[in-house]
């Protein structure tokens, strides 16, 4: 066999990338080590973070409503994961809708889990953002000083109802246009004062 060619130019390839990944990993944990230590030279970041890290959680709070934004945020990476999957195979408009969710639903392998995991985490989303405001609300977690974070909060579930409500569309077949057809008429029926 000539020289150079062969399983051992191979091995001596990988060998070379392993201890230059390996390096470039030594090389970003140095760097990542020496902007922390210039950063917390400056801003006392240590402390901040000891005192974050040690600070005691009331029994009260560990509840499983107490858990509900953190869950709902979860479900909504989940929506985005399982949307991206989803947006290879739909196609958008009333003449194609409907068959590239059949499509989805019938030929692509293991399609019909991609849509009904969507579909549910979906209604999982709405469910805990609801409970999550529920909680928010009794417990008068919108006081002072959280106005803030209560009316991001507010838009947010908003936004939440309204994507729901939008994607429901989104297959375009008899249910979901029937149905946001009555959700609409249902907004125009409302008397403005």
């Known amino acids: ?3 150079g060619r062969g399983p051992s130019r191979w091995r001596r390839v990988g060998e070379w990338l392993y201890d230059r990944l390996l390096m470039e ?35 009260y709070t560990i509840w499983y409503l107490w858990c509900m934004g ?7 990476l989940f929506q985005v994961m399982t949307g991206i999957a989803l947006l290879f ?9 409907y068959r590239s969710v059949q499509h989805l639903m ?12 969507h579909a549910w985490g979906a209604h999982l989303m709405v469910l805990c953002v609801w409970i999550h405001m529920l909680r928010i609300y009794f417990n008068r977690a919108y006081r002072p000083p959280r106005e803030l974070n ?6 947010l579930f908003f936004l939440t109802l309204t994507f729901a409500f939008t994607g429901y569309l989104l297959p375009w077949s008899q249910l979901s246009y029937w149905a946001t057809t009555v959700g609409t008429d249902g907004v125009t029926a409302l008397p403005l004062v």
């Open 1 to 3: 066999m000539a020289e």
């Open 106 to 117: 019938n030929e692509v392998p293991m399609g019909w889990l991609m849509r009904q995991a």
């Open 70 to 76: 953190g869950i709902s945020l979860f479900l909504f």
């Open 25 to 59: 990993r030594w090389i970003r944990l140095l760097s990542a080590a020496v902007l922390y230590g210039a950063l917390d030279e400056r801003l006392s970041l240590r402390e901040a973070l000891q005192k974050q890290l040690n600070k005691r959680v009331p029994g």
């Open 150 to 155: 209560w009316m991001v909060g507010t838009v």
């Open 89 to 97: 195979y739909y196609r958008p408009g009333p003449e194609v809708a």
